[in-house]
């Protein structure tokens, strides 16, 4: 079965950085698009930025020019780095991978940033 569990989460002071990873198995990893959204208490789940099987990167304006999307095919896995957060961050970070009509989540992992 499809897994992605994503790993890298934690409490960080604003102005710092973090870098999430998201392991995926169970699926052919270089035909899936990739994706990160994140939810915080409260709000509606955001799409944060997006990885084509291709390479192919986007994101939102909320992290335009902070977050770094990538992924590595060798170790199936994706990544956000993610730089100068600030508490507006805080949220739960949830990886996706997306072919077609196939979509898959991970658990999420936590992000707190204190001000």
């Known amino acids: 079965q499809v897994q992605l569990v994503e790993s890298g989460g934690g409490l960080v002071q604003a102005g710092g950085s973090l870098r999430l990873s998201c392991a995926a198995s169970?699926?052919?990893?270089?035909?899936?698009?990739m994706g990160w959204y994140r939810q915080a208490p409260g709000k509606e789940r955001e799409w944060v930025a997006g990885i084509t099987a291709g390479g192919g990167t986007d994101y939102g304006d909320s992290v335009k020019g902070r977050f770094t999307i990538s992924r590595d095919h060798r170790k199936n896995t994706v990544y956000l780095q993610m730089n100068s957060l600030t508490p507006e961050d805080t949220a739960v970070y949830l990886c996706?991978?997306?072919?077609?009509?196939?979509?898959?989540w991970g658990q999420g992992t936590q992000v707190t940033v204190s001000s």
């Open positions: 169970g699926l052919t990893f270089s035909n899936y698009a």
């Open positions: 996706n991978a997306r072919r077609g009509s196939a979509t898959y």
